[in-house]
């Protein structure tokens, strides 16, 4: 099969889908790997790496476009993908057309096969291909959490772990999973007192185990809001997967927050799960709201590419081998829960009725 990478085109995207040592063992399983010109520069990797190891590269977004057949990239296609993906290309990538209608509907038009790693999903409920990226999103969550603390960022400048004979900050968390966990396990770590809300018992004792300074609550309304009041660093990664996230977080409970506290919306990708949650980029990262500072860029793991490329390629690699080297994929289940659109229908159960 012939494989095409192109180069992300969203603001300050720096991954790649494939590494060159992935892109390696595709080219000795005999399959044709071509790459967009510098789409792993940003990441480390050079052409010359590519080119070293058989993979061909494209002089730009049309070549590649036009020798892939499977189309593997990180984020969803915005313009100037969209004019080249045709009917027959098979997509593989984060979708998060929950969140997306217009796309939604422009890749229906296309008519494209698309596989969205979010929903690729073992029989457990878990979401493999999305772990690696909210482990990173939410360690990215409480370190940019701890910056726009900082008075000179227009945070109330406090420091998250104290010092004898201050307070510590207050961290609370939505969501126990991968990317909540992470940025709670930082904030822990770093000396902040953390509250963190899931409706799960097994990730709430998981949450109690990191340390004295962790609490672990049921999601009760009068709780969340009870929490969140008193909050420096509030940080969303409430997740039903392939569909839009709930909104935890109202208007009003902002509303109750001291100015110069922080939001950070991990959920922003599935359309967010704060009520005050708008999508930004890494250029223009924050807005202010009652006094208090949002952050909610919607391709966070992109700050950090050469680590970020290399964990999804390692998670990704299996699937992108059996998508190419086996006729009958549909047959894998967790591929086969994976796809969101197909000849122009909406598949995935959790996108049925969005266009």
Known sequence: MRIGIPRETKTLEGRVALVPAACADLVNRGHEVWVEHDAGLKSGFANEQYEQVGVRIAADAAQLYE???????VKEPIAGDLEHLRSEHLLFCYLHLAAEPALTRRLLDIGLTGIAFES????????????????????????VGTHLLHQPAGGKGKLLGGLPSTDRGKVVVFGAGAAGGNA??????????????????????????????????????????????????????????????PRVVTDAMVQTMEPGSVLIDISVDQGGCFETTRPTTWADPTYLVHGVTHFAVTNM????????SEAICATILPYVQHLAGNADWRSHLPLARGINVADGKLVHPALQGMA
């Open 67 to 73: 020798q892939g057949e499977m189309i593997v990239k």
């Open 120 to 143: 690729v999903e073992f029989d457990d409920g878990s979401l493999p291909l999305l772990a690696p990226m909210s482990m990173i999103a939410g360690r990215i969550a409480t370190q």
């Open 184 to 245: 709670a396990a930082l904030a822990a770590a770093a000396g902040a007192n953390v509250v963190v809300f899931d409706k799960r018992q097994d990730r709430l004792a998981q949450m109690m185990a990191l340390g004295a300074n962790v609490t672990a609550l049921y999601p009760y309304d009068e709780y969340c809001a009870r929490e969140v009041a008193d909050a420096d660093l509030v940080i969303g990664a409430v997740l039903i997967p392939s569909a839009r996230a």
């Open 301 to 308: 793991p992109g700050a950090v590419p050469k680590t970020a």
